[in-house]
T-cell receptor
Framework: GEDVEQSLFLSVREGDSSVINCTYT??????LYWYKQEPGAGLQLLTY?????DMKQDQRLTVLLNKKDKHLSLRIADTQTGDSAIYFC????????????FGRGTSLIVHP | DTEVTQTPKHLVMGMTNKKSLKCEQH?????MYWYKQKAKKPPELMFV???????INESVPSRFSPECPNSSLLNLHLHALQPEDSALYLC?????????????FGQGTRLTVV
């Protein structure tokens, strides 16, 4: 987890936008991912972005990629209480092998 | 079918028991992974199988023994575990062992060692 960095907590009001940030290390990663994990559950792939893109929009989710700075962000529009979960950023290359490697995760807390 | 199925969902075992975790996928993926996740931590890689051969072992203690009997199945055999091995064990698969493609995760087996 130390190669992919995320802030640990984010608290927002219902209806506001949430922005979760991540920095990664392996510039060779062609795909970068966001996973969601609800309490007691497994990992759910939310979205991913190709490294040759700088933005991807998928309904309420917007992913921004700054490849030069190795910075990835996930914006959730109109955040709902059901969005409360831990969000993991993941890169996929480690030493030339395809290994999903996760950041520490950001706990998103949505207040009514 | 884009599912990775793990059984059992929950497992409680004593330190002298032998048990196995199972993982199954029918997506034709040739790379399969075991991860361990402790509470409030990210998943940590344990093993990677590529084309049914063990390609990565992240210095995991021998009380954890993986097995890939065919391209759809991945097992994790457990023996003489310690209480600190209690965690969520996640299985994942991806289409190839190299390159950049999507990884699918199972819902995990929550293991408690007593």
């Amino acid at each position: 987890g130390e190669d992919v960095e995320q802030s640990l907590f984010l608290s927002v009001r219902e209806g506001d936008s949430s922005v979760i940030n991540c920095t990664y290390t392996d510039s060779s990663s062609t795909y970068l991912y966001w996973y969601k994990q609800e309490p007691g559950a497994g990992l759910q792939l939310l979205t991913y972005i190709f490294s040759n893109m700088d933005m991807k929009q998928d309904q309420r989710l917007t992913v921004l990629l700054n490849k030069k700075d190795k910075h990835l962000s996930l914006r959730i529009a109109d955040t709902q209480t059901g969005d409360s979960a831990i969000y993991f950023c993941a890169e996929t290359l480690r030493g030339g092998s395809y290994i999903p490697t996760f950041g520490r995760g950001t706990s998103l807390i949505v207040h009514p | 079918d884009t599912e990775v199925t793990q059984t059992p969902k929950h497992l409680v075992m004593g330190m002298t028991n032998k048990k196995s975790l199972k993982c199954e996928q029918h997506m034709g993926h040739r790379a399969m992974y075991w991860y361990k996740q402790k509470a409030k931590k990210p998943p940590e890689l344990m093993f990677v199988y590529s084309y049914e051969k063990l390609s990565i072992n992240e210095s995991v203690p021998s009380r954890f023994s993986p097995e890939c009997p065919n391209s759809s199945l991945l097992n994790l055999h457990l023996h003489a575990l310690q209480p600190e091995d209690s965690a969520l064990y996640l299985c994942a698969s991806s289409p190839t062992g190299g390159g950049n493609t999507e990884a699918f995760f199972g819902q995990g087996t929550r293991l408690t060692v007593v």
